[in-house]
């Protein structure tokens, strides 16, 4: 039996009225939007470090440039999603704390190495891929401060993705050694791209309930598929072949069929035990640990600033 309250705030939802962070909410939408939005938050953060891999390495300097740019975007997403996040009543500081001691979950893709230049440009295509046919309809959630925050978020996610696109066409038309290389990263990302999404509808534990609160506007299984549809003639036009032999066109359903996911494979990975979790943890707490004078200074800044104001 629903309380006066939880009623007209269902029917709000039904209604696409957005919620906004002072209105009444059930305890369990918000406790479910921390969740899924400091996961998404420390997902971006966590996003940094495997390109931040490329950097120092990027081929010319103008390819630098554009990856120092997205990496930057990519904390910028981190801070939108926080500060999203606060406005439901949960501290910065609680979510750091939940990141650095391995509390918090985040997106399992991060978990895989960047081996070659050519993971960059795949990173861009696919890993961004996945990500703006996910936030889109973030858009559209019930939770203003959500939603509003993917709108930047989701147009700076498809600049990323066409300049990963972009730097794969220049791979697709050079020595076959380039071709490989590409190839090769395509190989290593196309399952993990897919997994992103989450576990199938019949297994996601929270689909149900998110999509009456109208936190999830398509399934996990339902995204998957957009994301295999849209995808297929992008690789075709890249000359290169998705590793799943199962692939094909089926005129029937008016999508692509695709094969099994290693489920095991995305279990191990969300558990701790993917090949780059413990490298990820500690750079997340290196720059933590190392950073703490620069958060000293800058608390003890603003004390003085602040003492000088007031006298
Ligand atoms: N990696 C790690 N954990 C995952 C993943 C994944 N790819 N997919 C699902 N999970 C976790 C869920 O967080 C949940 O764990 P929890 O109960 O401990 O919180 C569990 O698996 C069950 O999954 P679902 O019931 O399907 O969870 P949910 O309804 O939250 O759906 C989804 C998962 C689709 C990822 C959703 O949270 C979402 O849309 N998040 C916002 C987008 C986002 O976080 N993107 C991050 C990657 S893209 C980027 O940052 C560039």
Redesign the pocket.
């Known amino acids: 039996e629903m309380s006066p309250e939880a009623r007209r705030f269902q029917e709000r939802v039904d209604a696409d009225i957005r919620i906004e962070p002072r209105e009444w909410m059930p305890e369990a939408y918000r406790k479910t939007l921390i969740?899924?939005i400091s996961?998404?938050a420390h997902?971006?953060i966590v996003?940094m470090l495997p390109e931040g891999n490329w950097i120092t390495r990027a081929p010319n300097l103008e390819r630098k440039a554009i990856l120092l740019a997205k990496v930057q975007d990519?904390a910028g997403?981190g801070l939108y999603l926080y500060s999203a996040a606060e406005t439901l009543g949960v501290s910065r500081e609680e979510l750091t704390r939940q990141l650095v001691t391995g509390e918090a979950?985040?997106?399992?893709?991060f978990n895989y190495p960047t081996l070659t230049w050519a993971d960059i440009g795949v990173i861009g295509w696919l890993?961004?891929g996945?990500?703006i046919m996910?936030?889109i309809p973030?858009q559209r959630c019930s939770y203003g401060p959500y939603a509003r925050a993917m709108i930047r978020v989701c147009k700076e996610?498809s600049f990323h993705q066409r300049q990963g696109y972009a730097s794969l066409m220049v791979l697709a038309k050079g020595s076959a050694e380039q071709k490989e290389m590409l190839q090769d990263a395509l190989n290593r990302w196309w399952w993990p791209s897919l997994?992103?999404?989450?576990?199938p509808d019949a297994e996601?534990?929270?689909?149900a309930q998110?999509a009456r609160w109208k936190i999830?506007l398509f399934s996990?299984d339902e995204l998957r598929q957009r994301f295999v549809d849209q995808t297929v003639p992008q690789a075709e036009y890249l000359g290169i072949t998705l590793p799943d032999p199962d692939l094909r066109w089926n005129e029937e359903r008016g999508h692509y069929d695709y094969g099994k996911i290693d489920w095991a494979e995305?279990q191990a990975?969300?558990a701790g035990n993917g090949p780059c979790n413990r490298q990820r943890m500690q750079s997340v707490n290196s720059a933590f640990y190392d950073g703490a004078w620069v958060r000293e200074a800058a608390a003890a800044h603003a004390t003085k600033t602040a003492e000088r104001e007031t006298q």
């Open positions: 969740r899924q996961q998404h997902s971006e996003g990519e997403h979950k985040y997106s399992s893709i890993v961004d996945a990500a996910n936030q973030l996610e997994m992103m999404f989450g576990p996601s534990v929270h689909s998110s999830k996990n995305f990975v969300v």
